[in-house]
């Protein structure tokens, strides 16, 4: 019979999922490591308390526990001590790489004039799903503001053609 576990805070517990990423299988000393981070359990406890959670994974994974419910919680989030020397943090925040649109070819273009013209100024929705399948309402509703941006100032000289000059058909 397994001794039984002492029980672990929620708090512990986050300590110790934590610390478990930190310090990897094969990592030096890794429960005594583990268990400094905790500091409220000894490394023979940690090192239970990974057994223990290894055994309920396997079991989850074979479909013989139930996932459990667990209730909402907030978590508060540590901000990050400024110094007073130097009141800027450390690093700076990573920048978030925005995706490159897909160009409008002449083909989803045509549709989308003929989307527009059956369903009307302002029904993005049904143009996307029903004449422009490969864009998102979002993208046609774009692709009508610049449509009626360029419409709305039409040039007679212009040095470049666009996909916009396709007449209706």
Not at 86 to 99: F, G, I, M, T, Y
Not at 120 to 140: E, F, L, M
């Amino acid at each position: 019979m397994e001794p039984e576990e002492p029980n672990w805070t929620w708090a512990e517990d986050k300590l110790f999922e934590n610390s478990l990423l930190e310090f990897p299988e094969g990592f030096p000393n890794r429960w005594e490591n583990i268990a400094e981070r905790v500091r409220t359990k000894s490394p023979a406890e940690v090192e239970q308390h990974y057994a223990a959670l290894l055994s309920d994974v396997t079991a989850i994974d074979a479909g013989l526990i139930d996932l459990p419910e667990y209730e909402e919680k907030e978590v508060p989030v540590p901000q990050p001590q400024l110094s007073q020397r130097n009141p800027k943090p450390d690093k700076k925040p990573a920048v978030v790489q925005r995706k490159v649109g897909r160009p409008w070819t002449a083909e989803e273009h045509r549709r989308f004039l003929q989307g527009l013209e059956k369903y009307g100024k302002g029904d993005w929705k049904s143009i996307s799903r029903y004449a422009v399948q490969t864009r998102n309402p979002t993208q046609v509703a774009s692709h009508a503001q610049k449509h009626f941006e360029r419409q709305e100032r039409e040039e007679p000289n212009k040095k470049r053609k666009s996909i916009f000059d396709c007449p209706p058909e």
